[in-house]
């Protein structure tokens, strides 16, 4: 029998402001890896208007309560306990200070929130609730306040101490200590605060800002990684230029520092002026790095600094409006990598994974809207639905509004609320503001969870010239939402005449049109084209102008057709997999009742004209001749799925596609074999792309390890070196050759960690049910730390997610093998616990049989009387 624990559920409309308001925070930190004493002052006021005895409760998470004082005076708290403080008795009216002091085990710490060490470095994690693990605190993103830190510690164990700000002081102090005192002169709340104190080693730099001021700059990594912090470097000054000509955003302190970390939880943390980042997303050089790490780096150095103004200047009323710095972060970020590599190739990227990761959450019990209205535990919030659905709802306003008018909105929310804790209404007002546009409707994307479907059927009439367009929207039920209203949809659409040019229709009847957007607003709109001269093919959602799935009776001559016309490179892609997803799918079908794939001759040629068409980047034909994956046509699919019939449908697919193209995949490998230094800029990495994918096919076509195997030992950089790597394990698992690469890959980097998860995530996802004894014999060597985020989600992350054979073994092993992870870790890492159990958030979609044990699995977790309120919330809702 299960007892369900109430959950402490936070709610939207409970939101009040606080009775006390921040002036200044001063901090002092005696450092001990056992016992660090924090002393806080902090000068604060109560609120006009709010009742003179209301009480003052502060936020804890498992304190150590050492003493307080009132105005300099001792004082007894009202009461206290590890995760709470309260004091009665204040002041009226004006201002007073309080003292308090904690302390806290920065070793021990695990979780990795709050203060903690990794590899003998002191570093801070604080959003979202990180910052009342290190003192009592109001610990919400509106109270913002004016800090100086004092940081104390060991001269020889921490020569480096860093804060948040400019440095204001330093000096020595007795028994071996030293200290350094900073300043950060805006406001900010908790969550932003950062400390971080070691011996590093530091790659400097310097950046001068459009209205000429010097800003310095510091990257520090581990001692001889400073070469290998360069690429981080030079992304940071690209983005800090590309935010002042893009947004007129500027730099606002003399010092920006980040600091590279082996044990974070997430990618990185944008605490003001010190941003603190996993270092594998900091560290890259040819021979370590791949060509997707390199990209990576890019994006997120921009996405931590772009904070600096969304997110940091404007930061967020509660945590409810976390999209309102995240979702339009992620979207200044893809502008920005769009900008510095290929824009078409960028969206392809980002609308793989959007649909990869965030329309199997839409679609499952972890649904949410990207602005929630409840939560148990905010950890659990971040979200592809928040971070990647939230940038796509800012990609659709720039629609609607078209550049101009998004860029005047944007000014004005600097302007009106820089130093604010804003929300998402106020986001969206400035933009209504600016452009006369009612958003009412529109704001429904922030507000309704689930994918909405778009139907699409058409009809041509030759007598009248005319096109009619029969558009339906339908949302499906979410928890907690079971109808939907009709949602402003804005869906870009092209129609291509019959000699391929575009038609240039005379008028659009029964929707609103704004160039090729049509607004659709309705649940239904019959919409009337005149002056279409012949029957057009239709490309529906143009360059993804809406994150919807689209229905369309469509032939495969009609999408061949388009994937050879369509001006818009992303709806190309787009055509070329809906083409290959109709025929994975009835594959699958076919291998379900065990029918052998048949030829599909009208996929192969278009693949192969694409592959074939020099005029295309390679980074697109790429792009082009790569299948959707495993979990995609599940996705596609919906339910009953067998990850096992996928799986084969799908190498059927590629092996015909393979034998097919032999020729041209020679052709084109001849063509794009790398020479010369490795360079990681977009045109260099898009070869090695389309290289690699050709060797892959090769290696398919001719069923011998031996290409790749040549590739692997003649390769000069990591791009090719594990990409060779993974042809061997993931084609020819237990071929000698397979043996050999792996055993040379773990021999010659057995001292690099962040390497070796490549090599551990290889053999994660090599498909078939010995993946599991696989990673449990991995999980035993040396290499493999449960306190390691990185090397935890490397292994088990990436089999939980990356290996759908793998994972949803018929006979329910890697369901337990999954809980008992996440049993293990719950105590030690909650937050990384709790991410690892959505590996199994879409159970519900699997075939009877998969389904019961994965329900089995999850009740057994359920039944651990003492799980974390991130794991408990996430097996809650997962059961529904
Ligand atoms: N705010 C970070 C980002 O998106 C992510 C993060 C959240 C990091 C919580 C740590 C903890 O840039
Ligand atoms: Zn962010």
């Known amino acids: 029998?299960?007892?369900?624990?109430?959950?402490?559920?936070?709610?939207?409309?409970?939101?009040?402001?606080?009775?006390?308001?921040?002036?200044?925070?001063?901090?002092?930190?005696?450092?001990?890896?056992?016992?660090?004493?924090?002393?806080?002052?902090?000068?604060?006021?109560?609120?006009?208007?709010?009742?003179?005895?209301?009480?003052?409760?502060?936020?804890?998470?498992?304190?150590?309560?050492?003493?307080?004082?009132?105005?300099?005076?001792?004082?007894?708290?009202?009461?206290?306990?590890?995760?709470?403080?309260?004091?009665?008795?204040?002041?009226?009216?004006?201002?007073?200070?309080?003292?308090?002091?904690?302390?806290?085990?920065?070793?021990?710490?695990?979780?990795?929130?709050?203060?903690?060490?990794?590899?003998?470095?002191?570093?801070?994690?604080?959003?979202?609730?990180?910052?009342?693990?290190?003192?009592?605190?109001?610990?919400?993103?509106?109270?913002?306040?004016?800090?100086?830190?004092?940081?104390?510690?060991?001269?020889?164990?921490?020569?480096?101490?860093?804060?948040?700000?400019?440095?204001?002081?330093?000096?020595?102090?007795?028994?071996?200590?030293?200290?350094?005192?900073?300043?950060?002169?805006?406001?900010?709340?908790?969550?932003?605060?950062?400390?971080?104190?070691?011996?590093?080693g530091v790659v400097e730099d310097d950046f001068t800002t459009a209205s000429g001021r010097k800003v310095k700059l510091a990257i520090y990594v581990e001692h001889g990684k400073e070469e290998r912090a360069a690429y981080a470097m030079d992304a940071?000054?690209?983005?800090?230029?590309?935010?002042?000509?893009?947004?007129?955003?500027?730099?606002d302190l003399d010092i920006f520092m980040i600091v590279a970390v082996s044990d974070f939880n997430m990618g990185a943390m944008e605490n003001k002026g010190l941003n603190v980042f996993n270092d594998k997303y900091v560290l890259a050089d040819p021979d370590t790095a791949t060509d997707a790490d390199y990209a990576n780096i890019e994006a997120i150095i921009a996405h931590e600094y772009f904070h600096n103004w969304t997110g940091n200047r404007i930061t967020c009323r509660d945590w409810f409006q976390l999209c309102l710095k995240e979702g339009l972060t992620v979207y200044r970020d893809h502008e920005f990598s769009a900008d510095m590599r290929s824009r078409a190739v960028k969206r392809i990227a980002e609308v793989r994974l959007l649909k990869a990761h965030q329309f199997p959450e839409d679609n499952g019990p972890l649904a949410h809207p990207v602005r929630p209205r409840k939560y148990s535990e905010i950890n659990n919030f971040y979200t592809a639905t928040v971070y990647e659905k939230g940038s796509e709802v800012v990609r659709m306003i720039e629609t609607l509004l078209g550049r101009d008018d998004f860029k005047k909105g944007m000014d004005l929310y600097f302007e009106r609320h820089d130093g604010d804790a804003a929300t998402i209404e106020d986001f969206v007002a400035c933009f209504a503001e600016v452009s006369g546009k009612n958003l009412d409707q529109f704001f429904l994307w922030y507000e309704q969870a689930g994918t909405p479907e778009i139907t699409v059927a058409s009809q041509y009439e030759p007598s009248t010239q005319t096109l009619r367009l029969e558009l339906e929207q339908s949302i499906p039920p979410t928890p907690g939402q079971s109808s939907k209203q009709p949602m402003h949809i804005?869906?870009?659409?092209?129609?291509f005449e019959s000699n391929g040019e575009p038609a240039s229709p005379r008028a659009i009847e029964g929707i609103e049109a704004d160039g090729d957007v049509l607004n659709l607003r309705e649940r239904t709109h019959t919409v009337?084209?005149?002056?279409?001269?012949?029957?057009?093919?239709?490309?529906?959602?143009?360059?993804?102008?809406?994150?919807?799935?689209?229905?369309?009776?469509?032939?495969?001559?009609?999408?061949?057709?388009?994937?050879?016309?369509?001006?818009?490179?992303?709806?190309?892609?787009?055509?070329?997999?809906?083409?290959?997803?109709?025929?994975?799918?009835?594959?699958?079908?076919?291998?379900?009742?065990?029918?052998?794939?048949?030829?599909?001759?009208?996929?192969?040629?278009?693949?192969c004209a694409v592959l074939a068409d020099r005029t295309l980047e390679p980074a697109f034909r790429a792009h082009a001749i790569t299948l959707p994956g495993e979990t995609d046509i599940a996705r596609e699919i919906g339910n009953d799925i067998n990850p096992d019939a996928i799986h084969e449908a799908r190498e059927a697919l590629v092996a015909q596609i393979a034998s097919?193209?032999?020729?041209?995949?020679?052709?084109?490998?001849?063509?794009?074999?790398?020479?010369?230094?490795?360079?990681?800029?977009?045109?260099?990495?898009?070869?090695?792309?389309?290289?690699?994918?050709?060797?892959?096919?090769?290696?398919?076509?001719?069923?011998?390890?031996?290409?790749?195997?040549?590739?692997?030992?003649?390769?000069?950089?990591?791009?090719?070196?594990?990409?060779?790597?993974?042809?061997?394990?993931?084609?020819?698992?237990?071929?000698?050759?397979?043996?050999?690469?792996?055993?040379?890959?773990?021999?010659?980097?057995?001292?690099?960690?962040?390497?070796?998860?490549?090599w551990l995530t290889v053999?994660?996802?090599?498909?078939?049910?010995?993946?599991?004894?696989?990673?449990?014999?991995?999980?035993?060597?040396?290499?493999?730390?449960?306190?390691?985020?990185?090397?935890?989600?490397?292994?088990?992350?990436?089999?939980?997610?990356?290996?759908?054979?793998?994972?949803?073994?018929?006979?329910?092993?890697?369901?337990?093998?999954?809980?008992?992870?996440?049993?293990?870790?719950?105590?030690?890492?909650?937050?990384?616990?709790?991410?690892?159990?959505?590996?199994?958030?879409?159970?519900?979609?699997l075939e009877a049989a998969r389904r019961e044990k994965a329900l089995d699995t999850l009740r057994k977790i359920a039944r651990v009387e003492k799980l974390s309120t991130d794991v408990r919330d996430i097996v809650d809702r997962m059961i529904g």
């Open 236 to 251: 940071l000054k690209r983005s800090m230029r590309w935010d002042e000509e893009r947004f007129g955003r500027e730099y």
């Open 490 to 495: 804005p869906l870009r659409v092209g129609l």
């Open 660 to 758: 097919h193209g032999r020729d041209l995949f020679e052709e084109i490998a001849a063509e794009t074999r790398p020479a010369g230094d490795y360079s990681p800029d977009a045109a260099s990495a898009g070869d090695r792309a389309l290289y690699l994918a050709c060797m892959s096919h090769l290696a398919v076509a001719s069923g011998d390890p031996s290409g790749p195997l040549s590739l692997y030992r003649s390769a000069d950089n990591m791009t090719l070196l594990s990409g060779a790597l993974a042809m061997l394990a993931h084609r020819f698992p237990r071929s000698p050759e397979a043996e050999e690469a792996l055993a040379d890959f773990e021999a010659r980097y057995r001292d690099n960690p962040l390497v070796i998860d490549k």
């Open 1 to 200: 029998m299960t007892i369900a624990i109430p959950q402490n559920e936070i709610r939207l409309e409970d939101y009040r402001p606080t009775d006390f308001v921040l002036l200044t925070v001063d901090l002092a930190f005696d450092l001990d890896p056992q016992r660090t004493i924090v002393t806080s002052t902090i000068a604060m006021a109560r609120r006009e208007g709010v009742d003179r005895e209301a009480p003052l409760t502060l936020d804890g998470d498992e304190l150590e309560f050492v003493s307080l004082k009132i105005n300099g005076v001792d004082a007894e708290p009202h009461a206290v306990t590890p995760d709470r403080l309260e004091i009665r008795g204040l002041p009226a009216t004006g201002e007073f200070t309080l003292e308090i002091v904690t302390a806290i085990a920065p070793a021990s710490n695990t979780k990795l929130m709050g203060l903690y060490s990794t590899n003998g470095v002191y570093c801070t994690q604080c959003e979202a609730e990180g910052f009342r693990r290190i003192t009592y605190f109001l610990d919400r993103p509106d109270a913002l306040a004016v800090y100086t830190t004092t940081i104390r510690a060991d001269a020889k164990a921490a020569p480096l101490l860093l804060s948040n700000g400019n440095p204001v002081d330093s000096g020595v102090l007795g028994d071996g200590r030293h200290f350094v005192a900073w300043n950060d002169p805006h406001p900010k709340p908790s969550y932003l605060f950062a400390l971080v104190a070691g011996d590093l």
């Open 763 to 845: 053999q994660a996802t090599i498909p078939g049910a010995d993946a599991l004894s696989r990673v449990k014999t991995l999980m035993d060597k040396p290499h493999f730390q449960l306190s390691n985020p990185n090397r935890v989600r490397s292994l088990i992350g990436t089999y939980a997610s990356g290996n759908p054979t793998g994972f949803n073994r018929a006979d329910g092993a890697g369901y337990d093998f999954l809980a008992g992870i996440v049993i293990d870790l719950d105590p030690l890492n909650p937050q990384v616990a709790a991410r690892l159990l959505t590996a199994m958030r879409s159970w519900r979609s």
């Open 528 to 607: 009337r084209i005149t002056g279409v001269k012949s029957r057009p093919a239709i490309s529906v959602n143009r360059s993804f102008s809406a994150p919807v799935n689209v229905r369309q009776q469509q032939s495969d001559r009609e999408l061949a057709q388009l994937a050879r016309i369509e001006t818009d490179l992303f709806s190309r892609w787009q055509a070329l997999n809906d083409l290959a997803m109709r025929h994975l799918v009835s594959a699958t079908q076919k291998a379900e009742s065990g029918e052998a794939a048949s030829a599909n001759r009208e996929l192969t040629d278009c693949l």
